[in-house]
């Protein structure tokens, strides 16, 4: 695990997911803390060999692999914890996470690390819908609404710097994920838009390499959207589950366990959502819904 510096006060730590470092000359305020115990206690190892204190944690949003390590680190230190609306629910509350997904009390399988970190304090909830200028006194930085692969999820950015958490995601995650969890496309949608415009002088995703172009990004995550949409919009009718296996097929997505196929169908129903409210499919009910294309 090492510190790598972008700019003056913009650094990160590598690793399945890039945490944010803000520094001062002696303080840090991490952006996201990895998915468990040991990633805190790595990142707080790292912290103090480069002579940093912890001064605060910004969660990105909810996931686990992003606030995994707050529980260790606020044992550790007197960090205080921020995080935006709705998300900061599900940090308190992991077991919110994997209720969702299953709509019900979930399986034993589900009720694992990758869902459901260990509970963390937050101090202090964020309005996700705006720009928000956080003073930590030697240090400033201003959160950026980034909603659509999670409800709240916001970025943080310093010194022209955006840490972007999972507004994008690389070419090696969809290769190997081939839909990524986006849980509102219209929202999605808007958050590229505004990256694509944007003007920062550099962007760090959680899962991709940090950047100084993001339009390469932004391109290979709306193609994706657009060929799911554009796959949906070929079926004539189907249920959801009906739906879910021909969405496999296409895209040669296995789900081999509960939490594969229950990302995946939350997934698919933050499509059909979107094309229901668009006005492109109907429902039909007769013991189950079907999904209607709208000719």
Not at 72 to 96: F, H, K, M, N, W
Not at 117 to 124: E, G, I, T
Request: glycine letters at 6%; one cysteine or more.
């Amino acid at each position: 695990m090492k510190l790598v510096q972008v700019s003056d006060r913009a650094c990160f730590i590598p690793g399945p997911t890039n945490v944010g470092v803000v520094r001062s000359k002696d303080t840090a305020i991490l952006v996201d803390t990895g998915l468990d115990r040991e990633s805190g206690r790595k990142i707080l190892k790292l912290l103090e060999k480069n002579g940093l204190k912890l001064e605060a944690v910004i969660n990105t949003h909810s996931h686990a692999d992003h606030f995994g390590g707050n529980s260790y680190l606020v044992s550790r230190t007197d960090a205080r914890v921020y995080a935006p609306e709705v998300e900061a629910g599900i940090i308190q509350y992991p077991y919110l996470e994997p209720l969702y997904l299953f709509s019900a009390h979930p399986v034993n399988e589900m009720m694992n690390r990758f869902l459901m970190a260990r509970p963390s304090r937050v101090d202090n909830v964020i309005n996700a819908d705006s720009r928000i200028e956080l003073d930590f006194g030697k240090t400033k930085v201003t959160t950026v609404p980034l909603p659509g692969h999670s409800p709240g999820q916001i970025g943080v950015e310093v010194d022209g710097v955006l840490y972007c958490a999972d507004a994008v995601f690389s070419e090696r995650v969809v290769e190997k994920y081939r839909i990524p969890l986006f849980m509102d496309i219209e929202k999605q949608r808007e958050t590229l838009s505004f990256l694509e415009k944007s003007s920062f002088e550099r962007y760090i995703p959680c899962h991709a390499e940090p950047a100084e172009d993001i339009t390469p990004l932004v391109d290979l995550n709306l193609d994706v959207i657009e060929r799911v949409e554009e796959f949906l919009l070929s079926i004539s009718k189907g249920t959801t589950d009906e739906i879910l296996a021909k969405l496999c097929s296409e895209f040669e997505i296995r789900l081999n366990n509960f939490t594969e196929y229950s990302l995946m169908l939350a997934t698919l129903k933050a499509y059909l959502s979107y094309l229901y409210n668009r006005g492109d499919i109907r429902a039909e009910f007769d013991g189950t819904v079907y999904w209607v294309r709208v000719s």
